[in-house]
């Protein structure tokens, strides 16, 4: 039987055994497989908003609440800024910006 190694001595003999490579410039058309040798950051967000990243229902968490009441939906698009009362779940689409006041969403 193999004597198993840990997930630690793995990743040191990865890492004795490799060799960072020289970052290239190339263009874009060619980069495709390839990975960035720095991280890249966007200046703005991008939405300006908190969005829901699925389809279902979003709310407000309450310890051992099992019943919220159903008071709308958000579409993807939707702009008007909507605020959730206590006890209350909008059904919510992907990309639809979250209500004031959700801090859960369950997928649908």
């Not at 060799?19 to 980069?31: F, G, M, Q, R, T």
């Not at 991280?39 to 969005?51: E, G």
């Amino acid at each position: 039987m193999k004597h198993l190694i840990s997930v630690e001595e793995a990743r040191e003999i990865i890492l004795s055994a490799s060799v960072a490579l020289e970052p290239v410039l190339v263009s874009i058309d060619k980069a495709v497989g390839l990975v960035l040798a720095e991280d890249v950051f966007a200046p703005i967000d991008m939405p300006s908003f908190r969005q829901s990243n699925m389809d279902g229902y979003a709310f407000a968490f309450e310890e051992g609440a099992t019943q919220y009441i159903l008071s709308g939906k958000i579409a993807a698009g939707d702009s008007a800024v909507q605020r959730l009362s206590k006890g209350t779940a909008v059904r919510i689409f992907t990309g639809a910006p979250l209500p004031e006041g959700a801090d859960t969403v369950i997928m649908q």
